[in-house]
């Protein structure tokens, strides 16, 4: 098996190759996913990631949850945490850390059974996941155990195997451009 940073930089470097045209095409085919998805269509509300440098997009799907009357709440970086807070519009995004588009006002999102829409670098069939090493999202899913955890990537991005540790969280579900991939963790 590959060690984890070998996937990051191999899986990296393929999404960097996608030309726009093709990761616009296919993250609108996640998202029409998403959007039909009985979770998606039941969730009063949505803790979503801003994609940056080529994940999957989920700028439509924010827009989209907003205009239907859901609350969405996105993540913020505060030294090794990460918390959520609901937002009323993108453009109340800023660039912050990492360069990741971040919420300006803070209103903090106090959910415990929200869809949270996963961001991720690998996946693996079982639910397993690689992102950028920091451990963000373990430590956060590691105390707020109950939203349902809806993974969005290319297949590009799915294994059949990869590395893990104790301390990961795994996905419910993977979305991807051709597959719907329930994961039964
Ligand atoms: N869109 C999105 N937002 C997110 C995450 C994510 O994975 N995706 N995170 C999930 O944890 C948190 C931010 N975590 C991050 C941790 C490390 C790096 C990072 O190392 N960035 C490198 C360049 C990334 C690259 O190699 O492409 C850098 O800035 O040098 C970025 C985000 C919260 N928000
Ligand atoms: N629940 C937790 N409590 C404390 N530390 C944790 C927890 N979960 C993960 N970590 C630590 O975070 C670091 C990074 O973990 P890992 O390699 O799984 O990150 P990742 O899933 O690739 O990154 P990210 O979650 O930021 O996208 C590791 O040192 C790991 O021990």
Redesign the pocket.
Known sequence: MLEKQEIRNYI?NLRMQLAPSEHEAMSRMIASKVETSPEYRNARCIYS?????N?AATKGIIAHALTEGKRVAV?K?HGDR?DFYYIRSISELEEG????LEPVVLDPAGEEEALMLM?GVAFDENGHRI??G?G??DKYLSIHENHYKMALAFDFQVFSEIPFEDTDICTDEIITETRDIKTGK
């Open positions: 990296k990631y801003v994609d940056f440098g994940e993540p970086v990460m850390c990492f360069g990741v961001p992102g950028y920091k963000y999202y």
